[in-house]
């Protein structure tokens, strides 16, 4: 009996090829494929479908990107008597099919329909309760970095929630600094490669100081099932931020909070060109650990990256390994002329995410060093 994911994989490698073809042939669909870097590259171009826009998602947690209405189906607030907060989410597995590069689709297992998965997000102290039900077709669970207590873990047989079957996390919000979660079903290389992966941010007490913030979560997808993966990416979709580059402007503070994901290769990396950051390593203190323009991380591995553009300008970041790169793990920062502003709010959202104070790790003039 031929196995199904054969056949999908063999789909795939078709549609590839196909699409492959359409963009380097002398055609005038050629014309119509908008790109800012060289033809060497993988595939490039509009894609078909925005049921996932890498730019919204930057700046999304606690699903802040719906209106109030949508919101309130996923996301609820409650404020306790001791001034912390009860954080309240609703997660559904899923089998969905997503967009990775331009016209070409993986069938991916979901949270809530998106690879990354919606960002969770809360303060130092915080209570979060996620409800989860599995609407998928193989057993999942939601596993999170952080403290909790064992049987909150989602790692063990016994934990996983088979479809059709619900489940509620809860634990405190500790310690602050960027974490993960993750489906932990077995086989774990194959529930992480096919996208069950989200940020979970945990903000100190004292907040950090207000930046323009964008969530960068490195994945990559294996489209023909061989063990290797075809398409990278920072947030799934392959050269998303070559042809939509993210905007910043001169002189504000930029803090990133990035992780790995990506199975099958051991290490991945971020460089940035004509400019140096400081990396806090799993943001879990206030003082850098290091001042660079490159970091490596292994899968699971995270770190906050903060930095401020002198100059305006395109500039280019990417995987420093560089057939990553040439797959689609490459971006641009666009920062526009307007020193001295931190943003009129649309590139910012500190309030939501109950952030405010001062860090006290950088001056007014840069990072440092
Ligand atoms: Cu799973």
């Not at 990354?116 to 209570?127: F, V």
């Not at 979709?237 to 504000?252: D, L, M, Q, S």
């Not at 931190?342 to 001062?358: I, P, T, Y």
């Amino acid at each position: 009996m031929i196995d199904k994911n054969y056949i999908i994989g063999i789909i795939v490698v078709l549609l590839i090829g196909t699409i492959m073809v359409l963009v380097t042939a002398p055609s005038e669909e050629k014309e119509q494929v908008k790109s800012n870097v060289t033809s060497h590259l993988g595939v490039q171009g509009e894609y078909l479908t925005n049921d996932f826009d890498p730019i919204t998602y930057l700046k999304s947690w606690n699903f802040n990107n719906f209106p109030d209405s949508e919101r309130a189906k996923y996301y609820k607030e409650t404020e306790l008597e001791n001034g912390t907060k009860l954080r309240e989410y609703w997660f559904y597995a899923r089998d969905s099919k997503i967009e990775i590069a331009p016209g070409v689709f993986y069938d991916a297992w979901t949270y809530n329909g998106q690879v990354p998965a919606p960002t969770i997000r809360a303060t130092e102290g915080d209570s979060i309760r996620i409800h989860f039900k599995n609407q998928g077709s193989k057993p999942h669970t939601m596993h999170f970095h952080g403290f909790h207590e064992a049987a909150m873990d989602g790692s063990m047989p016994d934990q996983f929630v088979n479809p059709g079957e619900s489940f509620v996390y809860e634990f405190t919000a500790d310690p602050y600094g960027v974490q993960l979660y993750h489906c932990h079903s077995t086989p774990l290389k194959e529930h992480i490669a096919k996208g069950l992966y989200g940020m979970y941010i945990v903000d100190p007490k004292g907040g950090r100081e207000p930046a323009n913030e964008m969530i960068m979560l490195m994945n990559a997808f294996d489209t023909d099932y061989d063990g290797e993966n075809e398409v990278y990416a920072v947030n799934t979709r392959a050269f998303y931020y070559n042809t939509h580059p993210i905007k910043v402007k001169k002189g504000e503070l930029v803090r990133m909070y990035i992780g790995n994901m990506v199975e099958n290769d051991p290490i991945n990396s971020i460089h940035t060109h004509a400019n140096f950051f400081n990396e806090f390593k799993t943001g879990t203190k206030m003082q850098p650990d290091s001042f660079t323009d490159i970091i490596e991380l292994g899968q699971g591995e995270r770190s906050i990256l903060e930095m401020r553009f002198n100059n305006s300008g395109t500039y280019m970041f990417h995987a420093h390994q560089t057939e990553f790169s040439e797959l689609g793990w490459m971006g641009m920062f666009d920062v526009q002329d307007a020193p001295e502003q931190l943003g009129n709010g649309s590139f910012r959202d500190v309030e939501k995410a109950g952030s405010s104070g001062q860090a006290g790790n950088t001056d007014s003039t840069g990072m440092q060093k």
